[in-house]
Structure formats: structure tokens, C-alpha cells
């Protein structure tokens, strides 16, 4: 479990790794089992998109073409969302940073709340281009459906659908998107203690498991 009282240090965890990785299902797992939020600032836009607030007026174009929304905006968002109370003992960060810009203005916002551990989820292009191609998620509740949902979520009896970005050629976009602005945070942050690979191209569980060590002998590097 993650620490609770104000003698240890909080658990601060960015997922990095490509679109089609697996960072959502392993995001909410790792969420769920250290009891601490997932916050995703892809379902942070899309529910922007989705209410149509100012924000999602701006955003919705880029998202769609499969670029990048801006540094500026997406700092804002985060420094709120971690300024909550329910992010005082940490986080779990799927989606953001996403640029080096981003990367740096974070480390100024966990400054002094203990140790930021980076997982990198590696899976091949091939299979991510596979697994979009075929990815569904609810349109009520945002998860993504696994693979025994045919017609409904299985979790509140949603309507399943296609993401508006995982049309072939979009996921072709922004899997070069990814490799060009957010693959150099694997050098911004692979020398640190923190830092650990993940083998994505496993069975769900797998990954699961290996995510639960990565954190134990990451915290544990991070605090020697
Ligand atoms: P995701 O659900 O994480 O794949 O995000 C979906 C889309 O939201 C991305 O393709 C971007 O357009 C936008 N987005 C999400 N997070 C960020 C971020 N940290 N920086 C810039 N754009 C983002």
C-alpha cells in the first residue's frame, strides 16, 4: 500500500509509453490496487470535448487530427488536477508528460513530494497498430472493453464504440507524433533510479505483476 501518514513519502507514478500500449488498463490496476487516483489527461479532454467547455472547443481539432494540444493548456490542467486533495499521497499519471516541456514543468510540481517512479511500457509498433485498430470503449463511462464485451460495458452497460482518434490513419499519425515529442522522455528520465522498462508484450496480467515489482524496486531505488 501506498504511505498514508506524513512520516513516509507519497507515490508519485508517470506511465510513459506509446498509444495502444496498455497504459489505461494498467493505469486503473495500479490506481486501484495503491488506492490512489488515475489521472488521464486523454479522458480529462475527452470529457472537456464531450461537456463542450471552453476547453474542448479548443482542444477538439487537435485531438482528432491526432496532434498534440498545447504545453501551456496541458500544464494548467495537471497543476489543478494535483493541487486536489485526493492527490496529496500521490497519483498515478497516464498520459502526461507527453513533451519535455512537460516533463520539466512536472518535476517542479512534485518538488517535495517524494519520489516520481517513470514506467515505460515497450511494445512493438506492429502490435500497437493491431490493438488500435481493434480497440473499443464505452461511451458512458470511458473504460476500454475488454475482450469478452461484444455489445455492452461490462462494467455500466454502455454503448461501446470507437475512439474518434483510432482510425487507421489517425493511429498512424499519432504513433509519429509519439515517437517524435514523447519518445525523448525515455532520455530525460532513463538515468534516474526511478526509471524501469516494461515489457508490454505480455498477457495483461503479466504486466500487471512486473508493473508491481517495477514500483516496489523503484521506491525502493528512488529512497536509498
Ligand atoms: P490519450 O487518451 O492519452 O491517448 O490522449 C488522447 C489525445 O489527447 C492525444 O492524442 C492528444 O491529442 C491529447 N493529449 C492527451 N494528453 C496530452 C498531453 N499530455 N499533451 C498533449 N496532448 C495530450
Not at 508528460?97 to 516520481?116: F, H, I, K, Y
Not at 530525460?188 to 498477457?203: C, E, K, L, V
Request: net charge neutral; with cysteine; hydrophobic share 40%.
Amino acid at each position: 500500500m501506498a504511505a498514508r501518514d506524513g512520516a513516509c513519502e507519497a507515490l508519485n507514478v508517470v506511465m510513459l509509453g506509446p498509444p495502444g500500449a496498455g497504459k489505461g488498463t494498467q493505469a486503473e490496476r495500479l490506481a486501484r490496487t495503491r488506492s490512489l487516483p488515475r489521472i488521464s489527461t486523454g479522458d480529462i479532454l475527452r470529457e472537456a470535448v464531450q461537456a463542450g467547455t471552453s476547453i474542448g472547443r479548443v482542444v477538439r481539432a487537435t485531438m482528432e487530427a491526432g496532434n498534440l494540444v498545447s504545453d501551456d493548456v496541458m500544464i494548467a490542467i495537471v497543476q489543478a488536477r494535483l493541487d486536489r486533495d485526493d492527490a496529496r499521497h500521490g497519483f498515478i499519471l497516464d498520459g502526461f508528460p507527453r513533451t519535455v516541456v512537460q516533463a520539466s514543468a512536472l518535476d517542479r510540481m512534485v518538488d517535495g513530494r517524494g519520489p516520481l517512479v517513470v514506467l515505460d511500457i515497450v511494445v512493438p509498433e506492429d502490435v500497437l497498430v493491431r490493438r488500435l485498430a481493434t480497440r473499443r470503449i464505452c461511451s458512458r463511462c470511458g473504460v476500454n472493453a475488454a475482450p469478452d464485451w461484444t455489445r455492452s460495458c461490462g462494467r455500466c452497460g454502455g454503448e461501446l464504440v470507437t475512439r474518434m482518434d483510432d482510425g487507421v490513419d489517425i493511429v498512424r499519425e499519432r504513433l509519429a507524433v509519439y515517437e517524435r515529442q514523447t519518445k525523448p522522455l525515455v532520455d530525460y528520465y532513463s538515468a534516474r533510479p526511478s526509471f524501469r522498462a516494461i515489457d508490454g508484450n505480455q498477457p495483461p496480467d503479466v504486466v500487471t505483476g512486473a508493473i508491481d515489482d517495477a514500483v516496489g524496486a523503484a521506491v525502493k531505488g528512488a529512497t536509498l
